[in-house]
Each structure stands twice: as C-alpha cells, then as structure tokens.
C-alpha cells in the first residue's frame, strides 16, 4: 500500500499506512503560514478491501467547522469526482472505502489543474472578440493570464470577474468555465446581447502558485492575495498589483470575485455594504442581481451567508470592498459551498464541478439583468 502527493496541487503527510485497516494522515499547512485544509493525495493499494482512513489535527486546521457534515471528495479516473460519506468528531476526519481499483485519488474539492487552465484560456481565445495577454510573473515565475472578451466601444461597461484568489477554492475555476462557455457560445443569445454591452476582463486563476503547490488560501509565500487589495506589492502579492493595475486603467463598472466557503453550505454573495460611499443605488443594484439569480436557478439563496459589515466598517483590503469603493461599482464576492448546497442536496456528488460550471452560465443571466443599470 502506497500513498503519494507528489503531484501539482498534491497535499497530505502520511503519519501511518501499515494496513488498510488503519491509515493515518494529517494536512501540511501552505507554505509559510498555518493555514491548513486543503488535501489531495492518491492511494495505491488492494481493491475490493476495506480501508479505513483518518485525517488528524483538525481542530487546529483553518476552518475546523469546515468538516462538520463533510464528505469526502474521491475519483477513480480524475474526471467524475463523487462523495465518500465522512464523520467528524472535533479533531478526526474517519472515513471507510473500498476500492474499485487499485488506485484512487481524493480532494478536498475536485481538483482544476494547470493543464486544464491552460486549455481554458487557450480555447477562449479562438473566439473572434478574445485576447489572451498575459500581464506578469508570479513569485514562482507562472504567468498571470487575463482574457479580455469583446470589442472596445464608448459607451460600453467594463466587467471584471476574477477567480481562485484562494486557490484550494476550485470550484471558483470550474465556475469560470461554465461562465466563459455561455459567454463565448456564439448561438446563446445572453452571451451575445452582453457582449454589444460590455467589454469582459476575466482572470479565471489568480493564484497560479498556490493552486500548483496545493495550498487552500495563500500565494507561493503565504499571503492572502484576498487581504492585499489596499496596498499590494509586486515583492509580496504580484497577482493582485498587476490585476489592480490593469483595472485602474480600464476602469470597472461591475466586479465579481468567485469563492469558496468551507463552513457554510449555501450558495450565497457578499456585497459592499460596509463600504464608504455605500448608498442607495449599489444597494438597488445588489438587490436586482440577487433578485435575478432568485429567479433563475434554486442554486441561489439569500437567507445564509455573512453578516453584513456595518456602515464604513468594510475590510477594504478584501478585493471585491477595495473594488466596490475605488470605482463606485456593484461589487460581489460570490461564495459556493465545499460541501452541499443544501436547498438542492445531492447524496452521491455533492457540489461538484458541473454544478459549478452551471452555475456560472445562470449567474452570466444575472449580470444580464442589471447590465443596463451598471
């Protein structure tokens, strides 16, 4: 029996594998910070026997309230990702599997690798209106990737929607895919008819290093890009200063920032209340966009979520407040659950990437519904 990690985004360290019946792993934190959640490894070993697995130390993980009601995320082929129910009792993660085969990978969340980005931006830009440009280098010497989507016109918005700030946060990428899909699917009217209005900036990967080195929420040296908005730097947080530098050139007219909550399972927005010149036009502009996804998807719901920051009180070194406030602009975070969406639970998958990539085709529809008023 054999356990490996030694694989982009791999992350686990093997306390105990003698027998199947007594496997014992805990989770290596990103590089320099304390931040642990995100694992990924593969198991090699006897099918058709049952193995019994154990995550340790999880009280002292990131988000221990994350493994409460989790299921773990497993696949045989890397390509269906399905659920291994899971119990959690304040510090161990137990969970039993019998293998099909002889060799079986499990994710915190199903992975989006670098080939796959790759390919991403790759087709997108075989569209007649998209540019791939690559704005800089990371701290790991990988390319910030931007696809900007339509033709410069007066008159016409400037959306920005950027992805995987945290990047064990993948559903955010798979989001991404099924937006850039609609988008760029020349017999969808939607994708169209936005395209006459605005000129799309997407960055579907913002943190290349984190997503590679298999960290859950930091760059290559363990900053969180999501609290760099403020004052970046091309020493400590290069992603978010050449994204920001470019969206101070182009200007923005409507932001969103795609995330994943480990704790809460709800699909659920973040807006810019707290912010300073927060008044009532972003708030009539937030509530058309979530009255719109209301009505499109039962993937939606605005009932679970964050507390809302009090009035001048926003983080404005969170991205989508720091946005929301230099360019006065309907400004979200957009959040999808590690776990379930639990108004729509699915025993056998959970949230998974397909959900994700329609549920970034439903959210295109609701940037439709406010592009007149942005």
Request: proline share 5%; aromatic share 12%; with cysteine.
């Amino acid at each position: 029996m054999k356990i490996f990690s030694n694989f982009e985004s791999g992350n686990i360290h093997v306390v105990k594998a003698e027998t199947p019946a007594d496997i014992q792993l805990t989770i290596p934190a990103d590089n320099q910070s304390d931040i642990a959640q995100w694992f990924h490894f593969r198991l090699e070993s006897q099918p058709q026997v049952q193995h019994k697995i154990q995550i340790n130390d999880l009280a002292k993980s990131a988000y221990p309230e994350g493994w409460q009601d989790y299921d773990v995320v497993a696949s045989y082929d890397r390509e269906e990702w399905f659920r291994i129910p899971a119990e959690f009792d304040g510090d161990t993660l137990t969970f039993n599997v019998i293998p099909e085969y002889g060799s079986m990978y499990f994710a915190y969340f199903a992975p989006y690798t670098y080939d796959r980005h790759q390919d991403l931006l790759h087709q997108a830009q075989m569209h007649f209106t998209c540019q791939l440009e690559t704005l800089g280098q990371t701290l790991d010497g990988n390319d910030m990737s931007l696809l900007t989507i339509g033709e410069p016109a007066e008159g016409k918005k400037n959306i920005w929607i950027i992805g995987r700030q945290h990047p064990g946060e993948t559903m955010a990428e798979w989001f991404i895919e099924g937006l850039l899909q609609r988008l760029l699917d020349e017999t969808d009217t939607v994708g169209r008819a936005l395209l006459d209005k605005a000129v799309f900036h997407i960055v579907p990967n913002m943190n290349p290093d984190g997503s590679i080195r298999g960290h859950l929420r930091t760059n290559a040296i363990g900053v969180n890009l999501n609290r760099e908005w403020q004052t970046p730097s091309m020493e400590k947080s290069p992603e978010v200063f050449l994204v920001r530098e470019r969206m101070l050139a182009t200007g923005v007219d409507m932001f969103l920032d795609i995330h994943g909550d480990e704790a809460i399972p709800f699909n659920f927005v973040a807006g810019s209340e707290g912010i300073p010149s927060y008044d009532k036009r972003l708030e009539s502009l937030e509530n058309a966009f979530k009255q719109a996804l209301l009505t499109i998807t039962p993937e939606f719901q605005d009932e679970h979520g964050y507390d809302k920051s009090e009035p001048g009180k926003a983080n404005l070194t969170v991205g989508s407040s720091w946005v929301g406030e230099q360019f006065k602009c309907l400004s979200y975070t957009v959040e999808m659950p590690f776990k379930d969406h639990n108004n729509q639970p699915d025993e056998f998958y959970g949230w998974s990437p397909e959900r994700s990539v329609a549920f970034g085709q439903d959210v295109l529809a609701a940037v439709w519904a406010v592009a007149d008023e942005i």
